[in-house]
Antibody, heavy 119, light 107 residues
């Protein structure tokens, strides 16, 4: 069974760094893209970027380029979303999702990680 | 970036109604579009891919159509489980973009 399990809720202060994770299982990690999606409180979905763990090819939305870093660790079948300096506006739920390239859709999703940034 | 204009932003409907949601792309995207359903506090769930292909396990009352710039999601015979927010997502080129969402509420 394909599973994407995300790390837990984070409460942080502005300026702090953060790394959230998406642990995958049930499939060959290096064969599928993993994307990240932001959902701010009460708002819609925003596509942030995507990584292919097979060769670490990474694409970002211009809205998030330079604001976050998407990475992957093949040894533990996990993808990561990293901030160097959080802002209050980063408060949101972040989802990871597996992209099924053969049919072009996100077929499996993590449960979401709530990140709250407040002084 | 391709803009996806989704409408309406919200609608009220009754059980058994037919609901139509549209997404318009700012440029042609062939049929590189999916529809996702999201319920409060939950991750999105795929309904339709490639504009009109029903995902396995999704009830046949859901259907998608369109190509190029104009796309439609139709829900026939609306059921209680269908009250949710619906999003389109284009994957024609980077950056992929979601529509703003349509909240389907109970009338």
């Amino acid at each position: 069974e394909v599973q994407l399990v995300q790390s837990g809720t984070e409460v942080k202060k502005p300026g702090e760094s953060l790394n959230i994770s998406c642990k995958t299982s049930g499939y060959t990690f290096t064969n599928y893209w993993i994307g990240w999606v932001r959902q701010m409180p009460g708002r819609g979905l925003e596509w942030m970027g995507i990584i292919y763990p097979g060769d670490f090819d990474t694409r970002y939305s211009p809205s998030f380029q330079g604001q976050v870093t998407i990475s992957a660790d093949r040894s533990i079948s996990s993808a990561f979303l990293q901030w160097r300096s959080l802002r209050a506006s980063d408060t949101a739920t972040y989802y990871c999702a597996r992209w099924l390239r053969s049919k072009d859709y996100f077929d499996s999703w993590g449960q979401g990680t709530l990140v709250a940034v407040s002084s | 970036a391709i803009q996806m204009t989704q409408s309406p932003s919200s609608l009220s409907a009754s059980i058994g109604d037919r609901v139509t949601i549209t997404c318009r792309a700012s440029q042609g995207i062939r049929n590189d579009l999916g529809w996702y359903q999201q319920k409060p506090g939950k991750a999105p769930k795929l309904l339709i891919y490639g504009a009109f292909n029903l995902q396995s396990g999704v009830p046949s009352r859901f259907s998608g159509s369109g190509s190029g710039t104009d796309f439609t999601l139709i829900i026939n015979n609306l059921q209680p489980d269908d009250f949710a927010t619906y999003y389109c997502l284009q994957d024609y080129n980077y950056p992929w973009t979601f529509g703003q969402g349509t909240n389907v509420e109970i009338k």
